[in-house]
């Protein structure tokens, strides 16, 4: 049986850090804004894409059988609907974890912005 790992947190709370130590296929949404020189160019108006993209990478994994970790912020229930369905879909297990260390934000997130992401976070 294949297992889908969903790992949230808040930036900087060691969702990649954690899902870097999984024997799985490892995808994020940031992915989709690393260029073909390895730089993180973050646009905010593609954000949407890059959540698409990374769903759809999700199953096209799935589909081939593999184990796939995903870590994004998660910040509300309904944001991973859509890999609760492919988890069903692809019978697979499906595990989520919760981060809530304090680490170093690699991707410049502003304080307000994940002090916001933090009265919006569902348990």
Known sequence: MTTLTLIRGLPGSGKSTLAATIDAVQLEA???FV?????YLYQAEQIAQAHQWCQRETEREL????DVVVANTFVQQWEMQ?????????QAELKILVCKGEYQNVHGV???VIEAMRKKWQD
């Open 30 to 32: 940031d992915m989709y």
């Open 35 to 39: 260029n073909k020189h390895g730089e």
């Open 63 to 66: 589909a081939l059988g593999n």
């Open 82 to 90: 859509s890999y609760r369905d492919l988890a069903i879909k692809y």
């Open 110 to 112: 502003n304080e307000r």
